[in-house]
């Protein structure tokens, strides 16, 4: 039986605030390891969030790229139609020109207005005997255009077609070279059709002659039927 002691009670009260020592002691514990716990996910999560968000960016960024990629196609294709519509465009402005070269009158008309005196004209005349190249000539429909061309290259003819009289003069023979030139080309194919003509004749001929002869050649020999 234990005697109710001043140490007694003591002790009972040192165990007390032990034990109460110890559960404090393990709660803390338990707290800071719960603390780690979320610590570790709270970054784990973060990672994850962080991982997201670089995908997505990039995602982002890869489909502004793509955008600029075929933004840059359109615009590229706007621009060869553009540059496309723009050559041919030049390029029917001087095939028209330079067949107005062929009219004596227009030469005496560029001759009035000065436009020979012109240094940056005259460098577009030598620009344009370009023309006069297999590639390009077969678009012309009047050739002596890039005859007047070759000659309007020269002062002295710049000088020249400035006189009207010049001008009747040259149209005068203008109008003759195609007279007579038609003449000749109409002569010159009526000649190649008669000789061609004549050529069939003769082979149709000597066809014919050798079939005579090979029928001649079948009938030698031939027994003869007699009369009945």
Request: aromatic letters at 14%; proline letters at 2%; charged letters at 25%.
């Amino acid at each position: 039986m234990l005697v109710n002691s001043p140490y007694n009670n003591s002790y009972a009260q040192y165990n007390h605030a032990y034990q109460s020592h110890d559960q404090f002691g393990a709660a803390n514990a338990y707290q800071h390891q719960n603390y780690e716990l979320n610590f570790d996910n709270t970054d784990y999560y973060s990672q994850q969030y962080m991982l997201k968000q670089q995908q997505q960016h990039h995602q982002q960024q890869q489909q502004v790229s793509e955008r600029e990629r075929e933004l840059q196609k359109e615009r590229e294709l706007k621009e060869r139609e553009l540059n496309e519509k723009q050559q041919r465009r030049r390029f029917l402005v001087e095939l028209e020109f330079v067949q107005c070269l062929a009219n004596p009158n227009y030469l005496h008309f560029l001759a009035k207005q000065g436009m020979f005196d012109n240094d940056s004209f005259k460098n577009y005349l030598k620009y344009l005997l370009y023309w006069k190249k297999p590639e390009y000539v077969q678009f012309i429909r009047y050739p002596e255009c890039l005859f007047f061309l070759e000659l309007i290259q020269h002062d002295e003819l710049q000088q020249m077609i400035k006189d009207k009289n010049c001008v009747h003069f040259i149209c005068e023979q203008q109008m003759l070279h195609w007279k007579y030139n038609q003449e000749s080309f109409i002569k010159t194919v009526k000649a190649m059709v008669s000789e061609a003509s004549g050529a069939e004749g003769e082979q149709s001929s000597a066809e014919a002659s050798g079939l005579k002869s090979k029928a001649s050649g079948s009938m030698v020999g031939a027994p003869l039927k007699q009369k009945s």
